[in-house]
C-alpha cells in the first residue's frame, strides 16, 4: 500500500524508497501550472469587470471568480488522488434544477465560498510558492547535473549565472552537488505537497455541520413520514392481497369438508391454487421489503435479478465485494428505483447499471438512453432515495437534461464487511 499524503509519511526514514517524493513533485508542478492559470485568469476578470463596471456589463464578469470557484474545487479534489489514495468528497448539496437553481443553491453554501478563499491562495500564494520551490527543488539541480554536458561543448560556462566552470573536473563537482542537492530536495517538497494537500482538504472536502444537522433533522422527518407511508402500503397490501386469498382459501376448504366426493375434490384442487397464489402474492411482498438473494449472494446478484425483472433491456456491471449490510440494502434499492423509474417513465430502450467500490466509497450508477426530463422535487420516489441515501452518509445525484440521457449516481461511504 502506498502511504499517503500526511505527516506520518514525510516523517518516514524509509521516505526516499517510496514514491510520495515523485507523487509531491507531481502534485508541486501542476499545482504551479493551474496557480498561473488561475492567477492570470483572475487578473483578467477583475480588470475587465473593474473597467466595465460603470457601463454594468462588468459586473457580471465580477461574479465569474465566484462561480469559478466551484469547478475549481473539483479540479483540487481530483488533483488530491496524486498525493493521497483516500476519496476527497465533494461538500456541496445537490442543486436545483436549472443555471439558476444551481447558482442559488451554490451562494448560500458556505463550501462555495470556502473554495473561493481557496482560489485566491493558489493564485496568489500557494501558487508562486510552488513554483519558487519547483524551480529551486528540481531545475537548478537538473542544471548543475547537466553542468559535464555544457562544459564538454563549450569549454567553459557560468553555471546559474555566478558559478564559472572552465573544466570538466568542476563540472562533475558541480554535477555531485547537484545530485546531492536534488536528494535534499525531496524532504521540503514533499513537506510542502503535503501541507497544501491537507489544506486543500480542510478547505474543500468538508461539510459545514450546520447545514448537515439541518439536512439529517429533515431527512429523518421525512424518512418517518415515508416509513409510516410504507407501513400503511404493506397492511394495505397484506389486507387487500394475501389475507382476502386466505379467506377465500379457508371458505374453499370449509365447502370441501361438507361436499361430496368430485365436487370436493374439485374445491381442493381450487384451494390449493389460491394457497400458491397467496404465497406468490406473499413472496412478492416480502422481496420489496428486503430480498433475500441480497442477504444470501449480496448487491451484484440481487442487481442481477431487478435486472432479470426489466421490462427493459439492462446491462449490469457490478463488480463489489459483500459490504455492511444497511450499505447493500440502500444501494440496492437505488437500483430498483432507478430502474423502476427507466421503465415507467423514460421511455428507453436500454439501461445500464454499473456499481464499483474505490477505496471506501460506493458508487452506483444507472443511465439510460430515455427522454431524459427527470426532477428529484416532481415525485417522492427519488426524494425518499435521496434521504435513504444521506442516513448511511452518502449523496444521491441526478441529471436527466430534456431529451436525455439519464444518470442517477449514489455515493455511499463504506467498509467492506468481513467475509
Same mark, same amino acid.
Given at each position: 500500500?502506498?502511504?499517503?499524503?500526511?505527516?506520518?509519511?514525510?516523517?518516514?526514514?524509509?521516505?526516499?524508497?517510496?514514491?510520495?517524493?515523485?507523487?509531491?513533485?507531481?502534485?508541486?508542478?501542476?499545482?504551479?501550472?493551474? $496557480? =498561473?492559470?488561475?492567477?492570470?485568469?483572475?487578473?483578467?476578470?477583475?480588470?475587465?469587470?473593474?473597467?466595465?463596471?460603470?457601463?454594468?456589463?462588468?459586473?457580471?464578469?465580477?461574479?465569474?471568480?465566484?462561480?469559478?470557484?466551484?469547478?475549481?474545487?473539483?479540479?483540487?479534489?481530483?488533483?488530491?488522488?496524486?498525493?493521497?489514495?483516500?476519496?476527497?468528497?465533494?461538500?456541496?448539496?445537490?442543486?436545483?434544477? $436549472?443555471?439558476?437553481?444551481?447558482?442559488?443553491?451554490?451562494?448560500?453554501?458556505?463550501?462555495?465560498?470556502? /473554495?473561493?478563499?481557496?482560489?485566491?491562495?493558489?493564485?496568489?500564494?500557494?501558487?508562486?510558492?510552488?513554483?519558487?520551490?519547483?524551480?529551486?527543488?528540481?531545475?537548478?539541480?537538473?542544471?548543475?547535473?547537466?553542468?559535464?554536458?555544457?562544459?564538454?561543448?563549450?569549454?567553459?560556462?557560468?553555471?546559474?549565472?555566478?558559478?564559472?566552470?572552465?573544466?570538466?573536473?568542476?563540472?562533475?563537482?558541480?554535477?555531485?552537488?547537484?545530485?546531492? =542537492?536534488?536528494?535534499?530536495?525531496?524532504?521540503?517538497?514533499?513537506?510542502?505537497?503535503? &501541507?497544501?494537500?491537507?489544506?486543500?482538504?480542510?478547505?474543500?472536502?468538508?461539510?459545514? @455541520? $450546520?447545514?448537515?444537522?439541518?439536512?439529517?433533522? +429533515?431527512?429523518?422527518?421525512?424518512?418517518?413520514?415515508?416509513?409510516?407511508?410504507?407501513?400503511?402500503?404493506?397492511?394495505?397490501?397484506?389486507?387487500?392481497?394475501?389475507?382476502?386469498?386466505?379467506?377465500?382459501?379457508?371458505?374453499?376448504?370449509?365447502?370441501?369438508?361438507?361436499?361430496?366426493?368430485?365436487?370436493?375434490?374439485?374445491?381442493?384442487?381450487? /384451494?390449493?391454487?389460491?394457497?400458491?397464489?397467496?404465497?406468490?402474492?406473499?413472496?412478492?411482498?416480502?422481496?420489496?421489503?428486503?430480498?433475500?438473494?441480497?442477504?444470501?449472494?449480496?448487491?451484484?446478484?440481487?442487481?442481477?435479478?431487478?435486472?432479470?425483472? @426489466?421490462?427493459?433491456?439492462?446491462? =449490469?456491471?457490478?463488480?463489489?465485494?459483500?459490504?455492511?449490510?444497511?450499505?447493500? @440494502?440502500?444501494?440496492?434499492?437505488?437500483?430498483?428505483?432507478?430502474?423502476?423509474?427507466?421503465?415507467?417513465?423514460?421511455?428507453?430502450?436500454?439501461?445500464?447499471?454499473?456499481?464499483?467500490?474505490?477505496?471506501?466509497?460506493?458508487?452506483?450508477?444507472?443511465?439510460?438512453?430515455?427522454?431524459? $426530463?427527470?426532477?428529484?422535487?416532481?415525485?417522492?420516489?427519488?426524494?425518499?432515495?435521496?434521504? +435513504?441515501?444521506?442516513?448511511?452518509?452518502?449523496?444521491?445525484?441526478?441529471?436527466?437534461?430534456?431529451?436525455?440521457?439519464?444518470?442517477?449516481?449514489?455515493?455511499?461511504?463504506?467498509?467492506? &464487511?468481513?467475509?
Amino acid at each position: 500500500m502506498r502511504p499517503n499524503g500526511s505527516w506520518q509519511a514525510v516523517a518516514r526514514k524509509d521516505l526516499l524508497a517510496t514514491s510520495l517524493p515523485l507523487r509531491a513533485l507531481a502534485y508541486l508542478v501542476t499545482g504551479a501550472v493551474v $496557480g =498561473v492559470v488561475v492567477l492570470a485568469s483572475l487578473v483578467v476578470s477583475l480588470t475587465a469587470g473593474a473597467l466595465l463596471t460603470v457601463f454594468l456589463v462588468g459586473v457580471p464578469l465580477l461574479a465569474v471568480p465566484v462561480v469559478a470557484a466551484v469547478p475549481l474545487g473539483a479540479l483540487e479534489r481530483r488533483r488530491l488522488r496524486i498525493m493521497d489514495a483516500e476519496p476527497a468528497p465533494s461538500p456541496h448539496r445537490p442543486a436545483r434544477p $436549472g443555471p439558476r437553481g444551481w447558482l442559488g443553491t451554490r451562494l448560500r453554501e458556505q463550501a462555495t465560498w470556502r /473554495a473561493l478563499a481557496y482560489t485566491g491562495l493558489l493564485a496568489v500564494v500557494l501558487g508562486p510558492i510552488e513554483l519558487i520551490a519547483v524551480t529551486y527543488g528540481l531545475l537548478v539541480p537538473l542544471v548543475m547535473i547537466c553542468a559535464p554536458i555544457s562544459v564538454a561543448e563549450a569549454g567553459s560556462i557560468v553555471l546559474l549565472k555566478f558559478w564559472p566552470l572552465d573544466s570538466l573536473a568542476e563540472a562533475f563537482a558541480a554535477a555531485l552537488l547537484g545530485i546531492a =542537492v536534488l536528494v535534499l530536495a525531496a524532504y521540503p517538497i514533499t513537506a510542502l505537497a503535503t &501541507a497544501h494537500a491537507l489544506l486543500a482538504r480542510l478547505l474543500l472536502t468538508k461539510a459545514e @455541520s $450546520g447545514e448537515r444537522l439541518a439536512e439529517l433533522t +429533515r431527512s429523518r422527518s421525512r424518512l418517518v413520514e415515508a416509513f409510516e407511508a410504507e407501513r400503511r402500503r404493506i397492511e394495505r397490501d397484506l389486507h387487500d392481497g394475501a389475507q382476502q386469498r386466505l379467506v377465500a382459501l379457508t371458505m374453499t376448504l370449509g365447502l370441501a369438508k361438507v361436499s361430496p366426493g368430485e365436487e370436493a375434490a374439485q374445491l381442493v384442487a381450487r /384451494a390449493h391454487e389460491e394457497a400458491k397464489l397467496a404465497l406468490a402474492e406473499i413472496r412478492d411482498l416480502i422481496r420489496g421489503i428486503h430480498p433475500r438473494i441480497l442477504v444470501d449472494r449480496g448487491l451484484p446478484a440481487a442487481v442481477a435479478e431487478l435486472a432479470d425483472r @426489466s421490462p427493459v433491456p439492462v446491462e =449490469v456491471d457490478v463488480d463489489v465485494p459483500r459490504l455492511p449490510g444497511p450499505v447493500e @440494502s440502500v444501494a440496492y434499492f437505488v437500483v430498483s428505483e432507478g430502474l423502476a423509474n427507466v421503465a415507467k417513465h423514460s421511455g428507453a430502450e436500454r439501461a445500464w447499471v454499473r456499481g464499483r467500490l474505490d477505496g471506501r466509497q460506493l458508487t452506483v450508477e444507472i443511465r439510460d438512453d430515455g427522454v431524459g $426530463g427527470a426532477d428529484v422535487t416532481a415525485g417522492t420516489g427519488l426524494a425518499g432515495l435521496a434521504d +435513504r441515501v444521506s442516513v448511511v452518509e452518502g449523496r444521491l445525484m441526478l441529471a436527466s437534461p430534456p431529451g436525455g440521457p439519464t444518470l442517477l449516481r449514489a455515493e455511499i461511504e463504506c467498509l467492506p &464487511a468481513l467475509p
